[in-house]
C-alpha cells in the first residue's frame, strides 16, 4: 500500500513538471502555481481599501500597498490617480507627499511598464468665505516625476491658512466622484485612486449629496479600485 501512494505521488509531481515544461512562460503557468503561491494581504475583490497611518508610515504604506495591488492586476498598463486633500492642515503633510514622489512614482513605473499617473486635489465646499460647489481640480494625466513634484510645490504654496473651512470633515467623495468622471482612463488599464487625507470624510456634501455607497458605485462603474489613507 505505502509502495502504492509513493508510486501516485512520483507520477503526480512528473505531471506537474511536464505541465510546467509545456507551459513555458504562458500564463497557464502562473494558474497553475496560483494555489501554491503566498496569498497577497490586499483583498483584490475588495472596492474601497481604508488604512489609518501615522505620516511617517505613508512612504512605506503606499509603495507597498500600490505594488501589492498592480502587482495582482497583472497589467503592464496601469493608470493612477494621487487625489490628495488640499486644506489647510495638510501643508506639511504635502511637504512628506512632495519628497517621496520621486521613489513612489519611479517604484511603480518599473513594474508597470506602462503606468500613467494623474494628480488630484480636493478641498471643501466652503473654504472659509464661501460656499462652491466645485472641489476638485485634476491635472494631465503624465509619466513626468518633475510634473508632479512641481504641481505639489505649486499648490503647497497656493494655500491659505483658511482653506477647507472651519469644520473638521471634509468632502472626499465629492473629490473621488470628480476623479472617476474626469480623468483620462485608457482602455483595459489597471485603475486605481489613491486617496490622501488627514481629516475625517464628511458622510453626506452639500450640492452634491455624495456619499460612501454613491462613490462605490462610481468606482465600480469603471473597474478601479479607491484605496484611502487617512493621515493621524
Same mark, same amino acid.
Given at each position: 500500500?505505502r509502495a502504492?501512494?509513493?508510486?501516485?505521488?512520483?507520477v503526480? @509531481?512528473?505531471?506537474?513538471? %511536464?505541465?510546467?515544461?509545456?507551459?513555458?512562460?504562458?500564463?497557464?503557468?502562473?494558474k497553475?502555481?496560483?494555489?501554491?503561491?503566498k496569498?497577497?494581504t490586499?483583498?483584490s475583490?475588495?472596492? =474601497?481599501?481604508?488604512q489609518h @497611518?501615522?505620516?511617517?508610515?505613508l512612504r512605506?504604506?503606499?509603495?507597498e500597498?500600490?505594488?501589492?495591488?498592480?502587482?495582482?492586476?497583472? +497589467?503592464?498598463?496601469?493608470?493612477?490617480?494621487? %487625489? @490628495?486633500?488640499?486644506?489647510?492642515?495638510?501643508y506639511?503633510? %504635502?511637504?512628506?507627499?512632495?519628497n517621496?514622489?520621486?521613489?513612489?512614482?519611479?517604484?511603480?513605473?518599473?513594474?508597470?511598464?506602462?503606468?500613467?499617473? $494623474?494628480?488630484?486635489?480636493?478641498?471643501?465646499?466652503?473654504?472659509?468665505?464661501?460656499?462652491?460647489? +466645485?472641489?476638485?481640480?485634476?491635472y494631465?494625466? $503624465?509619466t513626468?516625476?518633475?510634473?508632479?513634484?512641481?504641481?505639489?510645490?505649486? $499648490?503647497?504654496?497656493?494655500?491659505?491658512?483658511?482653506?477647507?473651512g472651519i469644520?473638521?470633515?471634509?468632502c472626499?467623495?465629492?473629490?473621488?466622484?470628480?476623479?472617476?468622471?474626469? +480623468?483620462?482612463?485608457?482602455?483595459?488599464?489597471f485603475?486605481?485612486?489613491?486617496? =490622501? $487625507?488627514d481629516?475625517?470624510?464628511r458622510?453626506?456634501?452639500?450640492?452634491?449629496?455624495?456619499t460612501k455607497?454613491?462613490?462605490?458605485k462610481?468606482?465600480?462603474?469603471? +473597474?478601479?479600485?479607491?484605496?484611502?489613507?487617512?493621515?493621524s
Amino acid at each position: 500500500m505505502r509502495a502504492k501512494t509513493k508510486k501516485f505521488f512520483l507520477v503526480l @509531481i512528473i505531471i506537474l513538471i %511536464l505541465l510546467l515544461l509545456i507551459c513555458g512562460k504562458h500564463k497557464c503557468r502562473e494558474k497553475l502555481l496560483t494555489p501554491f503561491l503566498k496569498r497577497e494581504t490586499i483583498d483584490s475583490l475588495k472596492t =474601497i481599501d481604508e488604512q489609518h @497611518i501615522p505620516i511617517q508610515e505613508l512612504r512605506h504604506k503606499m509603495i507597498e500597498t500600490t505594488s501589492t495591488l498592480v502587482k495582482q492586476s497583472r +497589467n503592464k498598463k496601469a493608470d493612477i490617480v494621487l %487625489l @490628495i486633500d488640499r486644506t489647510s492642515s495638510m501643508y506639511d503633510n %504635502l511637504n512628506e507627499l512632495y519628497n517621496l514622489s520621486d521613489e513612489f512614482l519611479t517604484t511603480i513605473s518599473q513594474q508597470a511598464k506602462y503606468a500613467r499617473f $494623474t494628480l488630484a486635489f480636493f478641498t471643501d465646499h466652503f473654504d472659509g468665505y464661501r460656499n462652491s460647489p +466645485n472641489v476638485t481640480t485634476v491635472y494631465q494625466s $503624465t509619466t513626468d516625476v518633475n510634473y508632479i513634484r512641481t504641481t505639489i510645490r505649486q $499648490t503647497m504654496n497656493a494655500m491659505q491658512l483658511y482653506d477647507g473651512g472651519i469644520d473638521e470633515e471634509e468632502c472626499a467623495w465629492d473629490g473621488v466622484h470628480d476623479v472617476v468622471n474626469k +480623468n483620462q482612463w485608457r482602455d483595459d488599464s489597471f485603475r486605481l485612486i489613491i486617496l =490622501i $487625507t488627514d481629516a475625517p470624510i464628511r458622510e453626506k456634501c452639500p450640492f452634491h449629496g455624495y456619499t460612501k455607497d454613491t462613490v462605490e458605485k462610481a468606482v465600480n462603474s469603471i +473597474n478601479a479600485r479607491l484605496v484611502i489613507f487617512k493621515l493621524s
